[in-house]
């Protein structure tokens, strides 16, 4: 079967989280190694969407859950901030620059198939991450539509349904080999995208060996899947 | 409240549906009054969203409707065509050319506003219609999410709770007092566009005086709406 769509994963994927947390660190005044505050804030994410999916948890956006683990973090690390600079970094995951590639490179992709983004974060805060880096996707799909955190595979298959294509017709971009595996499962194709500076210079490289593609950038993936 | 954002309605308000639709039968050799087939196709749909509203009928979407109603009209005028023609008749939705001022005024209003589509038709409709006029919103918005077609309540606010807004900082933009009067229960603030040919010249004009603006194309809108 043909890829017929591409629905793109985007913290991580297609925009660069670590740095712009960092900096909103720095302009709330925060001081230290604020790159690893971002991954420490980042890392306390991860069990929360679990504890969502599990029924342990009623469902809580993006938002609401990025204001439980900042709390707590400051709470751990002993940092004093005002509710309006809490606020401030809550906001800052509204406006996340994106990688050097992806604006051009979601661009051509739109050229050659139906694009979209499949994201774990809210609708209003991908308008508002798509707004700020200037990047069009014919879509915003959200697993706020179906209260179910990727990797479910219902978040999958309702992306699918609702672009009107088979799971097979539909090809996950993403940097993440949970979230690819997660898509497997469910049917759908994947592309592996390196993003070597996600977690910051020196990470563990990353890989995903049973991708349908391998790219390290989207004007890549779109030779690879030119017709 | 200031409105904050913009949802648009897209059959006869930023698209021509009947024109459309009457060259589509065209190209497929129907014969006689063309635009007033379309016309009449149109009109065997309402009474079908009102049954998935009341309960009546199982959720279906446009693509479903639209062959269920195609296939009453032709069998009642006894017009003969084969199931390749009436997929193309159906397809024929997803490629409907925009008003002359939507491109350039969508444009204009994503400039100041975050801006939405909210429709009754299916979001892989939505997205071929988008794709096919070239025209940007920030996000696509369907009555397919709630299983409720306009002007039910439900889908009103769930477009305000997605776009992350209240009901009052949401505006609707359509060309029918129906839709607008629906937004308006729900909460949301309206704006009234005129689309005196979207049932050809000399058709009856409308008018809504409930509405918080009323205008004749995009352009004036966003001349309206500047802070």
């Given at each position: 079967m043909a890829v017929r769509a591409l629905a793109f994963d985007v913290f991580g994927t297609l925009v660069d989280w670590r740095s712009g947390i960092a900096d909103a660190f720095r302009a709330s005044g925060v001081a230290g190694d604020l790159e690893a505050l971002a991954d420490t804030w980042r890392a306390r994410f991860w069990p929360l969407l679990a504890e969502v999916n599990e029924g342990a948890r009623p469902w809580a956006n993006f938002d609401e859950l990025h204001q439980i683990t900042l709390d707590e973090l400051l709470g751990e690390q002993g940092i004093e901030l005002a509710a309006e600079e809490r606020m401030r970094l809550i906001g800052a995951w509204h406006r996340l620059e994106p990688w050097p590639d992806v604006r051009t490179g979601l661009e051509i992709l739109r050229g050659e198939r139906v694009t979209a983004a499949l994201s774990n974060g809210h609708i209003a805060l991908l308008v508002d991450i798509a707004r700020h880096g200037d990047l069009r996707l014919d879509c915003l799909i959200s697993a706020e539509l179906t209260h179910a955190y990727k990797p479910a595979p219902q978040t999958y298959q309702m992306a699918a349904r609702l672009l009107g294509f088979e799971p097979a017709e539909l090809m996950l971009v993403a940097a993440h080999p949970a979230d690819l595996s997660g898509a497997r499962r469910a049917g759908l194709r994947t592309a592996f995208i390196d993003?070597?500076?996600?977690?910051?210079?020196?990470?563990p490289a990353r890989e995903d060996p049973d991708a349908d593609e391998s790219v390290s950038e989207l004007g890549e993936l779109a030779e690879l899947l030119v017709d």
């Open positions: 993003r070597p500076l996600e977690y910051g210079p020196g990470s």
